[in-house]
T-cell receptor, first 111, second 115 residues
Framework: KNEVEQSPQNLTAQEGEFITINCSYSVGISALHWLQQHPGGGIVSLFMLSSGKKKHGRLIATINIQEKHSSLHITASHPRDSAVYIC?????????????FGTGTLLAVQP | ETGVTQTPRHLVMGMTNKKSLKCEQH?????MYWYKQSAKKPLELMFV???????ENNSVPSRFSPECPNSSHLFLHLHTLQPEDSALYLCASSQEEGRAGYGYTFGSGTRLTVV
């Protein structure tokens, strides 16, 4: 079992819908990242969280450290939001900033 | 452009070839990473260099050989690869400050196909 689990694995939405992607982890962490990967491979960091909530444009990320859970929300979704969204955590006590990754959520937003 | 540049973007090589992947960052970061992304699997950490010293090697086969000549450049030398090594190889960099993931930045990756 992976230390970082995401749900759903695949998500199809209609343009304009509110989208939620969930991430649960089983280790103690010092931070959690939400990443976006478009076809072609490049990964973009969306958020880094250690507590509470962050917002950037139509994207909102929340984290509950006690419950070991984070969510990524997309409001007013658009076809250009179609991508793989990856949750990754930095485990407590690690000597370096290496991350543990979830398998990703493939989002397709249809016009 | 994220600030981490990988070349080439695509590479096809035979099993007897020797090739190298290159990663370059000018973000002032002092740690660099190689990750492997295979289909349907999470990203796997291959190597970590911090302050130009290898600090972690996740039991990667010796046919993959990393090199970090300075804090801005990272190479992955490839030789006698197998078809199952075909994957997307991603480079990342970060600033090691004793806390998590500060300035963690990925490159666009090299799509490697071994034939």
């Amino acid at each position: 079992k992976n230390e970082v689990e995401q749900s759903p694995q695949n998500l199809t939405a209609q343009e304009g819908e509110f989208i939620t992607i969930n991430c649960s982890y089983s280790v103690g962490i010092s931070a959690l990242h939400w990443l976006q990967q478009h076809p072609g491979g490049g990964i973009v960091s969306l958020f880094m969280l250690s507590s509470g909530k962050k917002k950037h444009g139509r994207l909102i990320a929340t984290i509950n450290i006690q419950e070991k859970h984070s969510s990524l929300h997309i409001t007013a979704s658009h076809p250009r939001d179609s991508a793989v969204y990856i949750c990754a955590v930095k485990e407590n006590g690690g000597a370096t900033n290496k991350l543990i990754f979830g398998t990703g959520t493939l989002l397709a937003v249809q016009p | 452009e994220t600030g981490v540049t990988q070349t080439p973007r695509h590479l096809v090589m035979g099993m007897t070839n020797k090739k190298s992947l290159k990663c370059e960052q000018h973000l002032g970061h002092n740690a660099m990473y190689w990750y492997k992304q295979s289909a349907k699997k999470p990203l796997e950490l291959m190597f970590v260099y911090s302050l130009e010293e290898r600090v972690e090697n996740n039991s990667v086969p010796s046919r993959f050989s990393p090199e970090c000549p300075n804090s801005s450049h990272l190479f992955l030398h490839l030789h006698t690869l197998q078809p199952e090594d075909s994957a997307l190889y991603l480079c990342a960099s970060s600033q090691e400050e004793g806390r998590a993931g500060y300035g963690y930045t990925f490159g666009s990756g090299t799509r490697l196909t071994v034939v």
